[in-house]
């Protein structure tokens, strides 16, 4: 048996319209995080699929991500004992003046959630 890189990524996805698109691309992505589109694409009406996916105004990212907490959130409460990971890191880029779009500063704050 093969083992998935992400054998145990789940999404909600039932909810969201484009169901299977969606898994399709997460699963290409996931398994190439890596590589480009072009790259990672069998060919070029692939790649171009995943494009239009991505710029079709019905695909909405805060219903993609709202279906996903709706399921990390059930599985996290079936569980006794959920260990969250955090980490918070500062991101600096106003000092590269040679580099225009990147003069900016953030400081995200990752969560991983791992169960017993």
Not at 18 to 27: A, D
Not at 71 to 95: E, K, M, P, W, Y
Request: with cysteine; charged share 15%.
């Amino acid at each position: 048996m093969t083992s998935h890189p992400f054998q145990c990524f789940r999404h909600g996805i039932q909810c969201f319209c484009h169901g299977r698109r969606l898994r399709q691309t997460l699963e290409i992505l996931a398994e190439h995080p890596t590589e480009t589109i072009p790259q990672l694409s069998a060919s070029a009406s692939n790649s171009q699929n995943i494009y239009r996916f991505w710029a079709n105004k019905r695909v909405n990212p805060d219903e993609i991500l709202a279906s996903h907490r709706a399921s990390v959130l059930a599985r996290v409460n079936q569980q006794a004992v959920v260990l969250a990971i955090q980490d918070t890191t500062d991101l600096d880029f106003t000092s590269l003046n040679s580099n225009a779009p990147l003069n900016w500063s953030a400081i995200p704050n990752a969560l991983l959630a791992v169960r017993l």
